[in-house]
C-alpha cells in the first residue's frame, strides 16, 4: 500500500464502509486481529498518524512493535534500511513505514514478505492520510462526487496535497487550488489527475473561490521541504485562515486540515461552525482500524 494510484474507486467504497462500522468499536474494540503484529517503522516525527495506527491495532486485538524515530535503534550504529525492514518482516504481520525519502515505502514493499504500508514518505505519498481525507469528506458531506473543493497553502511539497489529488481523481469533483504560483502540485502529479479527468481551477487568493466551495483543504507551509530558506521567507504565514476570513463562506462548508497546524489556521475558526480538522483526525482510527482489518482478515 504505497501510494494512492494503487487504489480504485471501489477499493475506497469498501474502505469506507467497513470505516463506518468500525467506528461503533473505536472504545470497546474487537478481537478480530488477536496474535497479530503490526511493526511501526517511523524514522521521520509523526503524532497523528503513528497514535492512529497504533490504537486502530489495539483496538482490533493486535500488538504493536516498532520506534517512533531512529534515534536509540541500530540505525544509529549504521545498519541499513533494507536490513532494518528485513529484521522487522521477521517480527511482524505487517510493516508501517514512514520516512523522509521518497520511494522508502516501496523499496521496503519489495524487500519484505509481510504488507507494507505507507504512512508518508518524502514529499510526494501519504496514502493513508488521503483515504482519511476523503473519508471525512464521504462521512462530514453524505458523498464526494458533485462537490467543489478548494485545496489551499503549500500544494508542492505537501504530500497529503499529491496524494488527495490523486485520490480525488476517481471522483466526480472539481478542484480549486489555491497557492502562489510557485507552490502549485507537480507538473507530474498535474498531468496525472488531468489525464484522469480530474477538473482544476488555479487560484492565488482564497476570496477568489471560497462562495462556491463546499469543503476547503488547509495545508501548512513545511520549512522543512524547502531546499532553499529563502524561498521559504517569502511564503511565511501567507494563505493564513481566520474566521473573518470565512465570511461569504458557504454556510455548510467544512474546513480541514490535516494537522500539525502552524500559523496558517487561526485558533478562531475552531469556534466557527466550519471547523471540522478535529473530527478529520479522530476519524483515523476507525479508518485505520477499516484498513489494518481488511489487509490483516
Known sequence: MVSMRD???????????RAREMERYTRSGLDVLRGRVMAVAFFEPSTRTRLSFETAMKRLGGEVV???????????????????????????????????????ARLAAEIAQSPVVNAGDGSFNHPTQAMLDLYTIWREKGRIDGLKIGIMGDLKYARTVNSLLEGLSLFDVEIALISPEFLRPRQETLDYVQSRGLRLRAYTRLEEALGELDVLYVVRIQ???????????????????????????????????????????????????????????????????????????
Open 7 to 17: 487504489f480504485s474507486r471501489g477499493d475506497l467504497e469498501v474502505l469506507f464502509e
Open 223 to 297: 520549512k522543512e521541504r524547502f531546499l532553499d530558506p529563502l524561498e521559504f521567507e517569502r511564503v511565511k504565514g501567507s494563505y493564513k485562515l481566520t474566521a473573518e476570513s470565512l465570511r461569504g463562506a458557504k454556510d455548510d462548508l467544512i474546513v480541514l486540515h490535516p494537522l500539525p497546524r502552524v500559523d496558517e489556521l487561526d485558533a478562531s475558526v475552531d469556534r466557527t461552525r466550519h471547523a471540522a480538522y478535529f473530527r478529520q483526525a479522530a476519524y483515523g482510527v476507525p479508518l485505520r482500524m477499516a484498513l489494518l482489518s481488511l489487509v490483516l482478515s
Open 66 to 104: 516498532g520506534f517512533s524515530s531512529a534515534e536509540g535503534t541500530s540505525v544509529e550504529k549504521g545498519e541499513t534500511f533494507s536490513d532494518t525492514i528485513r529484521m522487522l518482516d521477521a517480527y511482524a504481520d505487517v510493516i508501517v513505514v514512514r520516512h523522509r525519502l521518497e520511494g522508502a
